[in-house]
């Protein structure tokens, strides 16, 4: 097995990062970010291994060579960098400190999950691009779950214009209620089980393409990935409906009784520490999820600019400024986050009319801000679609 290039550094100098559906969008914006921040705020002798996932090798390679394009310009234009280092800077020493490598996971397809968690758990990993080679993951500090599709077919025009006439572009741009929904797919239970589906006795229950791409695919890498997960302090963290109420509840006692099996495996029994949980969601940002012509996808990219001139707090529209939320809890101390109560919340990306962007406390529904229901009703008749100019709450979660 090769000798990784951050070996030489101390093991609380090495920081391991797992970054699903990082090829496109959110996604790939939230690499970006999480190098740039990394090399800016980390000591000059650690080092960051990001390891992007992605559906195909190719995907892979493309996703690898764009962020270590991206890190060669962050390297060689940043001032923070230069004068975080002194006048001897030179833009090689960051670049040497950020390795990138791949491994690929369909979360529509339960052996390419299994597959995968195998290969971080027990395997080794490789950089498609052939920089590093067969090396071993010893941990995972931070598992950043972002893949995922939206299930819409297109626009319905007549509730568009209802909607717009009723509540103006900003609310109509934050919360549509105008974008159709494909018909729910369910999966090919032989690409889910492999040959194995078709010896069963009894037939699994259908699992619907969305549910599984968005939902069920992370909870099961999540589960498998805990002997990594559980060797560090730090948390997986994703966004999504059903994964809101997964992921803000789980510690309550309550909810514990059910919840703490996931947590506990053989794997995991000599590991004292529980991963932890964190929500975080982009605001809205125009990427491919929502399949447009080109011609409204211009349209829409317009319109989301217009709502965050008018005022909205949930437009950061571009991937980077998305990335805000994620990229803060991923590389956040844990004390500050302990401070914050930040496992409570559903943190967003919210941005100001300039796009300086910030992470903000963002309401769910039946939660409110940190699960205290009154509290949220109240400060919703304050601050819906409330500014953002400094750290605190904005009512509602944008809808997706
Ligand atoms: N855009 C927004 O305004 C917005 C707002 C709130 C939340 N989000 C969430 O942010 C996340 C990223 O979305 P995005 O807007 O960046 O869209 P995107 O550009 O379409 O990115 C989606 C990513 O997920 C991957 N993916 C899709 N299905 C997958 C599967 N079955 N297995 C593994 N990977 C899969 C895609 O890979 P392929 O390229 O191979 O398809 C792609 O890398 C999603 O979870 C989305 O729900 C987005």
Redesign the pocket.
Known sequence: MASPPWAGAASHEQFFVLL??????????TGQRIIDEFLASRSLSSHLILIP????VS?SRDTILSLRAHLKKTAKTSQQLRSRAGHDYDPQTAISRVHILSIQ?????LR?IYGAAKQLVHGTVSDPTGLVKDVKIPRLDVALF?????GWSGLDWILFAKQFLQVGLVQCCTFPVFKKALPAATLDQKKLLGDSAANLKTPPPELA?VF???VF?HYILAHELLPLLSTAVQAPI???RITDLLCLTEDLPTVQKVSSPYFSSPATADKPIKPRFYLF??????????PLSWLLYWAYYAAMYLARWFGSPWHPVE?YL?ACASTWLALADQDSLDELNAERVKWGTCATRSGRVMPKKAEVDGWGWEGVIENARRLNATLLPGPCTSFGAVGGT?R?
């Open positions: 699903t559906g990082a090829n496109s969008g959110v996604g790939l914006g996932t992605t559906r195909s995907k996971v369909d979360l529509c397809d390419s972002n893949a995922g599709i939206g393409e599984c791409a968005n695919g994703r966004s999504k969601h982009p605001g809205v940002v125009c990427t491919p999820l929502f991937p998305g944008p997706t």
